[in-house]
């Protein structure tokens, strides 16, 4: 009677979830459950599957499935300069700062396809930074990583992209940093000789350095409140005293148990480690 | 409707208005929550719930991330994010790919409000100019709940709640003055 009722039940994306923990190791039982089983029956209906234990069964059996799988149930979607407010304090309040040590460590967790790296890389070469600073950006998708390590986005892109860069405080002409090719923007390798693309897991991965500024924008978001938490300590841990820790705009320390140790900057997501 | 647990208003061009009538006469005591997803600019983030709470007795507030639902309070999807609701109760943010060109998008609310509240939730579409909304209401439908438009000869832009009436059994098309007094009586 209830035709158009989604394919598939809370318990059938339990299921999913447990058998990727089983036989691949990833973890997505913190994840938030409406955002994934939305994503999990988005995928289900591109990929016209049969039944349920069809897709069941290529997810366990097929790894190039699997990947297409990790891919399309976590969100990759982000834009160069998003939230314009946010560089223009990187840029002219936490940079500077972080710019009077002898070299600067920033952790990009959760990157994505790289806009943001090279949204970073951009204002480091402006602020002559550099060539003293070393950003690793990660993410739990080899694929996007891939995507990222090119450093070419969409040409379409780019006007918006450019209006985003002069908001957040920049000055140059911004299509100095890329090469037009066919339908993709390519961009200088200079921008990413300075970058690090590597795949860390936040919910299974350890601490792997210290940093001075570590940015997660939008990937606590999908997280469950005890995951959140433990990402945060993760943070905490890897994050220098004075340094600072970025998170998305409706993201917060704020009720967790590392909030006393930090100080938040007036306005934007920004805090710094007092303690 | 045995008991209305949540109402999620959905609107676009032209329904800013309709709420700024409709708040001022809601009940100060609603026994449910109402959520309201909007199109609207990035940006003007804080703009609308002070707007908002300038007419109405009720708490309006901007939705936090993983904040739990509470009766009497009225919600406003931040801009540029998906507004979902949890099985727990709970709203969660998703910034996944736009829907029906739109983040927020009142699909994903409608679509995830009715696998929460099953037969127990109302959703309104109001005025505007493209098709969101639609999909979330037949979802609505699906599930056994209440489902309202803004009576279309009364929208500022009738596309929208007319794409509904043609798509989707639609319980009551309201008027502009007919919508507080309904949403009272469907508070206990």
Redesign the interface.
């Known amino acids: 009677m209830l035709l158009d009722l989604p394919v598939i039940s809370e318990e059938q994306v339990e299921i999913l979830l447990s058998d990727l923990l089983e036989h691949y190791g990833y973890d997505f039982t913190g994840y938030s459950k409406a955002s994934i089983k939305r994503r999990v029956l988005r995928l289900y209906m591109l990929d016209k599957a049969v039944s349920f234990a069809e897709f069941r069964f290529k997810i366990i059996n097929d790894q190039v499935y699997f990947k297409r799988f990790v891919e399309q149930i976590t969100v990759n979607v982000t834009e160069m300069f998003r939230d314009p407010g946010f560089f223009k304090t990187l840029r002219n309040e936490v940079l500077p700062k972080l710019g009077t040590y002898p070299f600067i460590r920033i952790w990009l967790a959760g990157c994505s396809t790289g806009e943001e790296a090279f949204s970073m890389s951009i204002i480091l070469k402006e602020l002559n930074l550099l060539h003293k600073s070393l950003i690793y950006a990660t993410d739990l998708n080899p694929t996007v990583l891939e995507k990222a390590a090119q450093g070419m986005f969409s040409l379409s892109q780019m006007k918006q992209y450019s209006e985003n860069y002069i908001l957040s405080g920049g000055t140059k002409d911004f299509s100095s940093y890329y090469t037009a090719k066919y339908s993709l923007a390519k961009f200088d390798e200079e921008l990413k000789h300075k970058i690090i693309f590597s795949t860390h897991n936040l919910v299974s991965d350890h601490s792997f350095n210290e940093f001075q500024l570590i940015l997660c924008r939008n990937v606590l978001i999908y997280f469950d409140r005890d995951l959140q938490q433990k990402v945060l300590n993760l943070f905490d841990e890897s994050l220098e005293d004075l340094g600072y820790l970025a998170l998305g705009t409706k993201e917060t320390l704020d009720f967790t148990s590392v909030a006393k140790k930090y100080k938040r900057l007036p306005l934007e997501k920004i805090w710094r480690k007092v303690s | 409707m045995e008991k209305c647990k949540a109402l999620v208003i959905g609107g676009s061009a032209g329904s800013l208005d309709v709420l700024l009538k409709v708040l001022p006469n809601l009940s100060n005591s609603l026994s449910f929550p109402v959520i309201i997803v909007v199109h609207r600019k990035h940006g003007a983030?804080s703009l609308l719930p002070d707007l908002l709470s300038g007419k109405t007795k009720l708490v309006v507030k901007e939705v936090?991330?993983?904040e739990p639902l509470v009766a009497g309070t009225i919600y406003v999807a931040?801009s540029d994010?998906h507004l979902?609701?949890?099985?727990d109760q709970t709203f969660?943010?998703?910034?996944?790919?736009k829907v029906n060109y739109s983040r927020p998008a009142i699909d994903?609310t409608f679509?995830?409000a009715a696998?929460v509240y099953g037969d127990k939730l109302a959703c309104l579409l109001l005025s505007g100019s493209n098709a969101d909304g639609v999909n979330g209401l037949?979802?609505v439908k699906?599930?056994g709940g209440i489902t309202l438009i803004q009576d279309p000869l009364t929208a500022q832009v009738a596309y929208m709640p007319a794409q509904a009436a043609l798509h989707v059994d639609i319980d009551y098309a309201l008027k502009i003055e007919d919508m507080a007094p309904f949403i009272n009586l469907l508070s206990e």
Do not use: A, R
Request: hydrophobic share 15%; net charge negative.
């Open positions: 983030d936090d991330e993983k931040p994010y979902l609701i949890e099985q969660s943010l998703d910034y996944s790919e994903v679509q995830t696998e037949k979802t699906d599930y």
